[in-house]
């Protein structure tokens, strides 16, 4: 997590995570992103600690681009072969490191909540699946924005074209699919 606020004193924290195709640029940037915005407010400032997650995703992949810049790379570094390097992970394995940091933090707060965009509800409901019980008590908000909660008909009909059919992303992200099936059995039996 990249922490925009830190403070020793500050017990409650609030989590940014982007959505697919997105990256801290969704929350900040310019002035009129919604980081810029909260943290000018003092009571933000006295009370809050604000991070963004961020994690690896990509719509499409430039191929060619990616090949030569791995190519040259191991050129220069007196390496013949390329180096592989994964495009993007899962939903549920994007989610993993979050549950990490949180399990890591975790005793620091009294309360935790999270503002999502897009797939980074599915990422964050994900996350909340995985959680202990006491951390999950510690859970106060959970503001989902533009979440496809049962998936996407645009990720259905992307799943089934070439270029895009084998991003795990998109194929999680399918409308009514196994993916988004499964998180909301899981996120309906959370008992907290």
């Known amino acids: 997590m990249d922490y925009i606020i830190k403070k020793e004193k500050n017990k409650h924290l609030i989590i940014l995570v982007h959505g697919l195709n997105g990256s801290d640029k969704t929350w900040k940037g310019n002035k009129e992103r919604f980081c810029e915005n909260l943290i000018e407010e003092n009571f933000i400032q006295d009370n809050f600690d604000l991070a963004l997650f961020n994690y690896g995703t990509k719509i499409l992949k430039v191929n060619w681009i990616a090949r030569i810049i791995r190519l040259l790379k191991g050129f220069f570094s007196n390496k013949p072969k390329e180096e ?11 989610s993993m490191p979050l549950v990490a940091q949180l399990n890591g933090i975790q005793a620091q707060y009294d309360t935790i909540s999270f503002i999502t965009h897009s797939m980074g509800g599915l990422v964050t409901k994900n996350v909340l699946t995985w959680l202990d019980k006491n951390i999950l ?56």
């Open 84 to 94: 592989s390097k994964k495009f993007n992970v899962s939903i549920d394995k994007v």
């Open 137 to 192: 008590e510690k859970i106060y908000f959970f503001m989902s924005l533009s979440v496809p909660h049962i998936g996407a008909s645009l990720a259905t009909i992307g799943s089934k074209l070439p270029v895009l059919g084998k991003n795990p992303q998109i194929i999680g992200l399918q409308a009514m699919g196994t993916f988004t099936t499964l998180l909301n059995q899981r996120f309906g039996n959370i008992k907290t």
